[in-house]
């Protein structure tokens, strides 16, 4: 069975990334292979962030039409998506007693990944989640793994 892999946002903000020594290839590489070697998930959050973080920086509205175009037709098309329910905020209860400091967007995007059966939380490194023990230990009793690109 194909694992499910809960993306973070900042993995498509990565691909139109035009910093120097970024990892837009990476996440890119990634991105297409989903459906090959993991199934990937993607919330109406992460889709905001996405929205609210870069594509609405565009100046031209002919750049704009094109990266949503890009984003819908290349990138998101083999995602499922999904939205928050009640059980994931009252995961995100138990998180914050876990880490009163986990940013609420983050909690959110876990419990989500958990409820929806993820295997992995797919994310840049968040330095936060990532080296934080009791997050990681809660969420590997839950099923849930993170991976960073």
Known sequence: MIPLHYVDSCIFLEVFSKEKNNKSNECRSYIYNIEKSHKGIISILSLGEISKSFLMEFKQIKNLELSFDKLKEDLLKPFQLTSSRFEDYELVLELK?????????????????????????????????????????????KGLRFRSL
């Open 97 to 141: 007693k876990i880490d009163y400091n986990l940013e609420s967007a983050d909690s959110l995007h876990i419990a989500m990944a958990i409820n929806n059966k993820a295997k992995f939380f797919v994310t840049l490194g968040e330095k936060d989640l990532i080296n934080n023990d009791k997050l990681v230990k809660f969420c590997k009793e």
